[in-house]
């Protein structure tokens, strides 16, 4: 297990600043983070699904910490049902929270002002997420996580194996391609870990002992000397994108 920093605090706090006086700006951005998790690939949407809820609640706490009122109260109304599932009680609580006041007497929020969630990403999720982030310039995201969230890098090595696409009815076609755009992420979240004979991905995960060696091997490294997580680091990641999906 590998934990992450991600960049120098003082580099994110310059560029989140600049969104200070924007409150629309969380909604982008979060709205933005969700649709990419839902046309990631099948393999990566649950752990992605992880990262979503404490941004969520941040960039709540935020625009209420701000006097946002009015932005948070509709940023809490249009998102809070997507995590009502896994997270009802903290919804409930946060639910409670409408002003500064509330910041230091409602009890969830003082208690995630005062610590940091915990979320653990394979290499290669961490690797989409920290890219979708930086390539599309959310700085106010990125501050939030290298602030507020602890991420461990797991020794999860997903493998990828392309299946061939079922043969569809047209009507069938049609009800996939509509449902798949309304699925909330609680939806994804719940679709992938119990039917996950229903993806077109499948994935191998495996864990046990963090090999470097084989990570820097297995990503076209040097391992003729004692490989370090910097040795990793130093390999030039070359990313495919795989077409489109198709519904025969």
Known sequence: ??????????????????W?????????????????IGNSLDMYKLELHAVAFPLFVHCYL??????????AKAYFTRHAKDHQRLHKHEIRSLGSVLTREHL?????AKQVLHSKFHVQLSLLGFQLLHTFLSDHQMFLLLCILNDRVTISVQTNHPSLTIAQCD????????????SLLFQTSDEISQQVQHTPEANHIAAQVT???YDMAYMVQTAGGDVSESPTLASLHQVPLL?????PRKVC
């Open 104 to 108: 230091g007497l409602n009890e969830y």
């Open 207 to 209: 864990s046990g002992d």
């Open 167 to 178: 043969t569809l009815a047209p009507h069938e076609s049609t009800t996939m391609s509509t």
């Open 62 to 71: 935020e625009l209420v910490a701000k006097g946002h009122a009015d932005a």
């Open 239 to 243: 990313w495919g994108v795989l077409p």
């Open 1 to 18: 297990m590998v934990a992450v920093v991600w960049r120098r605090q003082q580099d994110y706090m310059i560029m989140h600043d600049t």
């Open 20 to 36: 200070g006086c924007d409150p629309a700006a969380y909604e982008r951005a979060y709205t933005t983070l969700l649709a990419w």
